[in-house]
Nanobody, 123 residues
């Protein structure tokens, strides 16, 4: 059974930075795709960023140039460095693990999810 545990959320001011971490256990981490999604109050969950097992990286247009996803296979951890934060980045952020098939952009294609970590950006 895979377990994903996020950390690093909190309160930041607009223009500030936060780094989220997601530690995985119970699976061969390096063989699978990892993604970050977020859900703001009253809105649907949306794709933020993903890094495939191959190292290919994908970003939502809304975060491109501000957020950086990375993975450390030796530590079974994926990171999301968030710079130049905006109030509209406020949401619960979730990491997720996906097998080979499916799209990195589609939440339902991911097999396992973390519990989420709150990110709040004040103006």
């Amino acid at each position: 059974q895979v377990q994903l545990v996020e950390s690093g959320g909190g309160l930041a001011q607009a223009g500030g930075s936060l780094r989220l971490s997601c530690a995985a256990s119970g699976h061969t981490f390096s063989s699978y795709d990892m993604g970050w999604f977020r859900q703001a109050p009253g809105k649907e969950r949306e794709f933020v960023a993903a890094v495939r097992w191959s190292g290919d990286i994908y970003y939502a247009d809304s975060v491109k140039g501000r957020f950086t996803i990375s993975r450390d296979n030796a530590k079974n951890t994926v990171y999301l460095l968030m710079n130049s934060l905006k109030p509209e980045d406020t949401a619960v952020y979730y990491c997720a693990l996906k097998y080979y098939s499916g799209s990195v952009y589609v939440g339902s294609d991911y097999a396992y999810w973390g519990q989420g970590t709150q990110v709040t950006v004040s103006s």
